[in-house]
């Protein structure tokens, strides 16, 4: 439904409020007889409203200043991290490799930021195979090479839902039952 609402806004409502032809919009899409006349109204009007529109506004700029995007499409985080579980053949991936997985396309990286970041990745890894610099937490090397702290809420390169607090539970469990066995 939030895609089709998203479709319909930026399709149909939007090109009539940069023509000005809000006229067009009184009445239902030909192409969508199924919905109800009084409620393509009510979202008309919803998508019409200053709020609305100073909210669209605000997130097309956020969203043209993103530098990097994953290209794991539908198949999500959680399974570009199993791809890179299976090349890499160990149970738990660096982050960094799924990162660069992620904006991989047909084996190559796509933007010149990633490209950029992806080097820095390479460097920091020689640094730590040679013991010049410590990772520890969240100011792994993904962190380092991005140059930008992790969000408290969020976690790069793990898929949706996981947490900075889930991350350490897991680790906890891990060491307790290493400790257990």
Known sequence: MKDFKNRMTKDIIMPALKENDLGRLAQVPEKHPEIDAADWC?????????EFLELSKVQRERSSKIQSRHRSGRSGMVNVREAVKKDLEVADPPRHRVWIKSRTKS?????????????KIAQLEEKLS????????QNDILTQALGTPEHPERVRAAGYAITSNVIYLVTQMKSLLICIL
């Open 42 to 50: 009510k979202f008309v009007e919803s998508r019409l409203t200053p």
């Open 130 to 137: 040679q013991g010049q610099i410590q990772v520890q937490g």
């Open 107 to 119: 084996r190559k990286l796509v933007t010149d930021y990633d490209k950029e970041i992806a080097e």
